[in-house]
């Protein structure tokens, strides 16, 4: 079992304690999922914040809150992000103006963010409706993903010009106060998304690469189409099975909680269950099927379009790891369709 010792978050404009100088902050998000965790650590001259939340209207209020309650003659002295999604992403600029702070990330986190913000070929919007187009999504699907407008421009108003790197040479730890903490990089989620980890503390701040309930979403895009995101992600949750299961984990999505081996074997179960779920749906398949018509094996549930749209790519995830092992075989039709079969 799981072990929750916060039953539950911080109010809005709140923040709770939970570990010494350590705060808890949440954001909403305008989704199904619809809260962020963010986290203060009290550094000697100020805060060190990891991730922003979303730049938007209620997000930014709520700073404004933060501000006077909480931080009051203190500064920001530094910002963390983990990955370049914008609800981690979205008021890393505008804090900096505010508090003339340095941002840390990983190269491949902050190239991205850039690449998606400038619209750069092969991070657009339609170049990802290309793919999902080819995976057999329907045009109805496609045409209300390109009715959203840009939602990382929504949510990312502005983007930092630089940064400073951060690396997972664990030798080059980041101090933070008088305890140092390492940075675990981990893929599947994100190019090179960084979770943090202080020895002394025994805390890890997981980003989206550990959380409690949902399992974390695993990307593919135009630009890697034929990669296989789920092996980059159960291989890097190795870092993590390796941490002492005493260490309390600050998810950015759900409750603060222990129990860290145990969540990665859920985790694993959970996949290669998915996996034989489409295994078996390939089995019992009269004719080779496309991610469009897989997808309600993953994802039987209702989903708003929000929704869909991740699953589209998570399936497409699915079912490029049974190809890419030998499983399943892919074939291009006349159509130019993708769909998989079963490997013979
Ligand atoms: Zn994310």
Redesign the pocket.
Known sequence: MLRYPYATPPAPGAVLEVAPDVLWLRMPLPFALDHINLWLLRDTDGYVLIDCGLGDKMTRALWERHFHAILRDLSITRILI????P??LGNADWLMQRFACPLSMTAGEFLMAHAIFHSCAPFTAEATFALFRTHGTEAVYLDAFAAQADLYRAGVPSLPARYHRLNNDIDRTIDIDTNPWQVIIGQG??PE?ASFYAPTKKLLIS??MLLPKIS??I?IWAFEPESDPLTYFLDSLNAMAALPDNTLVLP?HGLPFYGISERIVQLREHHKERLNDLREALRLASRPLSAAEMLSELFPRELDIHQRFFAISETIAHLNHLWLRDEADRHIDDDGIIRFSLAL
Do not use: I, K, N
């Not at 983990?82 to 999604?85: A, G, K, L, R």
């Open positions: 983990t990955h370049h999604h609800d981690h989620h994100a998304h980003g989206d974390t979403h990307s950015s």
